[in-house]
């Protein structure tokens, strides 16, 4: 019985790409994307299993979703001949409702139920202009590492020096002051408003007094005039009344 058509998408789908110089560990990835409505294992294999070092090399792709696979070629005297020499393999499976082993159900699967698809390496050397380049790019790269780290000691050791306890007062005391400083505020506005309406009722009094003065003036100005008129008015019947007597 054939096999069935393998679900995963890969990309790439049929080779990998190493670029070198291949004196340090050189990484390519590999996406294995899932479409299907079912969770789906996988393997990675490889034709020279101490060349390559692969992360996951194995797992359960989850319905619909995808995965990075990282392939690490390892480093190596490079020859052309063996620029078609190293293969790959991508093994897959439908997983089971329930599934407890991977390792057991890998044992158990029929062969019909397995699906594979296979990708051939090729490795690659930069031209001399992309040797300077990348000797100048990594070099870049170096320097704004070696900036970002000595950032970090220095935030490290900034941080160090205070710990979880003394940033967290550190961080009530300012949340104390701005509590304090709004508190000031508001007394502030308080008392202007107060002010404010103090020499209100005192302007409102004063001119209050003001009348009353004057009223009082006018009232005592009256009786003056009325006691003269009166004593006047006495004077003038105590003469008439004399005149009559005599």
């Excluded at 797992?59 to 619909?64: L, P």
């Excluded at 302007?203 to 007094?209: A, D, E, L, P, R």
């Excluded at 003469?239 to 009559?244: A, F, N, P, R, T």
Aim: net charge neutral; with cysteine; glycine share 4%.
């Amino acid at each position: 019985m054939a096999r069935q058509e393998q679900v995963l998408l890969l990309e790439p789908q049929h080779e990998l790409k190493f670029r070198g110089p291949f004196s340090d560990v050189v990484t390519t990835t590999l996406k294995l994307s899932n479409p299907t409505d079912r969770n789906v294992c996988f393997k990675v294999k490889t034709t020279a299993p101490r060349r390559y070092c692969v992360r996951p090399n194995s797992g359960v792709i989850d319905a619909g979703t995808s995965i990075n696979v990282s392939v690490m070629l390892q480093p190596f005297d490079y020859d052309p001949n063996e620029k078609s020499k190293h293969k790959f393999m991508v093994q897959s499976m439908l997983a089971p409702p329930e599934m407890t082993d991977m390792e057991g159900v890998w044992k158990e699967a029929k062969p019909e139920e397995l699906m594979d698809s296979k990708l051939r390496c090729n490795f690659e050397l930069p031209a001399e202009n992309d040797k300077t380049h990348d000797m100048d790019s990594s070099k870049m790269m170096s320097s704004s590492l070696l900036k970002s780290e000595s950032s970090t000691l220095s935030m490290k050791s900034m941080g160090s020096t205070l710990d979880d306890g003394e940033v967290r007062k550190i961080m009530e005391e300012c949340k104390r002051l701005q509590m304090e400083a709004q508190r000031l505020r508001e007394e502030n506005k308080q008392i202007r408003e107060d002010d404010g309406l103090r020499m209100r009722k005192s302007n409102v009094m004063s001119s209050q007094h003001s009348a009353s003065s004057s009223v009082g003036m006018v009232k005592e100005e009256g009786l003056s005039a009325r006691t003269v008129a009166l004593i006047v008015l006495f004077f003038v019947v105590g003469v008439v009344v004399g005149k009559l007597v005599l």
